[in-house]
């Protein structure tokens, strides 16, 4: 089944709120580009919990302390952006996820509640369900990253790919071209090294008519637009008419 998320940039638990009564799935709390902390970052994590969507954290680097303070904060997906080698997956990979797959530090976390919930009653049961609570997803936005994008979706502990259309489009020289033939012809190659390797493909649209083709094009998730850009472009139409009446 298709998934539906977008980017949380306003801030503000009241948006978080109403963007969890619209039948999104997942948001992503954009961390690289939005001005939050790690305080609001956690309340924002608890408000889209309580409205039932999935907390995903965009990050902006692969170091462990920036992957381990986001998983103990309590994100179910870190979305991870400029990615430029498989090393650099492999070190987030290894910060992300407890042994045996990676080598996570281990401290119970407000996820668990600190180690009370059933599931975290003994390390192991912790772990392990940890590694399945807690998404890995390298953006697959630079030259860098397409060239060995096989190789990255191939990754254990790697449990999708998300595709940064713009970045991606500039650095292969036809900037905001998506349309371009080798655009298509890149995203139709990272759409299947993630179908070969068994792991989630998801993709930037910004507007619905993407959204649709690349859903009948086999992706599993969608990520529409920005809360930021999809208020401003309503505010913008409605004033316009209301105008112009």
């Given amino acids: 089944m298709t998934t539906f998320g977008t980017f949380f940039e306003l801030g503000g638990r009241g948006v978080m709120e109403a963007l969890g009564n619209v039948g999104l799935d997942y948001v992503i709390i954009d961390t690289e580009h939005g001005p939050f902390s790690d305080e609001s970052v956690a309340d924002y994590i608890l408000a889209a919990e309580r409205h039932g969507l999935l907390p995903f954290v965009r990050i902006g680097d692969t170091r462990r302390p ?70 890995v997803i390298p953006q697959c936005e630079t030259i860098e990253a397409l060239e060995c994008v096989e190789e990255i979706a191939a990754l254990e502990g790697v449990d999708g790919i998300f595709v940064g259309p713009f970045d991606l489009s500039i650095g292969m020289g036809v900037p905001l071209q998506l349309d371009h033939p080798d655009m298509l012809a890149a995203i139709e190659r990272i759409l299947a090294a993630c179908k070969v390797a068994g792991k989630e493909s998801y993709i930037f649209t910004s507007s619905i008519e993407d959204s649709r083709s690349w859903i009948e094009r086999g992706f599993d998730s969608v990520t529409y637009s920005l809360d930021a850009s999809i208020l401003a472009n309503a505010y913008k139409q409605a004033v316009a008419a209301i105008r112009n009446h």
């Fill in 66 to 135: 920036y992957v381990l303070r986001m998983a103990d904060i309590g994100a179910r997906g870190l979305v991870v952006p400029n990615i430029r080698s498989i090393d650099q997956v492999k070190e987030l990979v290894d910060a992300a996820k407890f042994a045996p797959i990676g080598s996570r530090g281990f401290c119970p976390n407000r996820t668990s509640a600190w180690g009370a919930q059933d599931w975290a009653a003994d390390a192991e049961s912790y772990m392990a369900q940890s590694n399945e609570r807690l998404k």
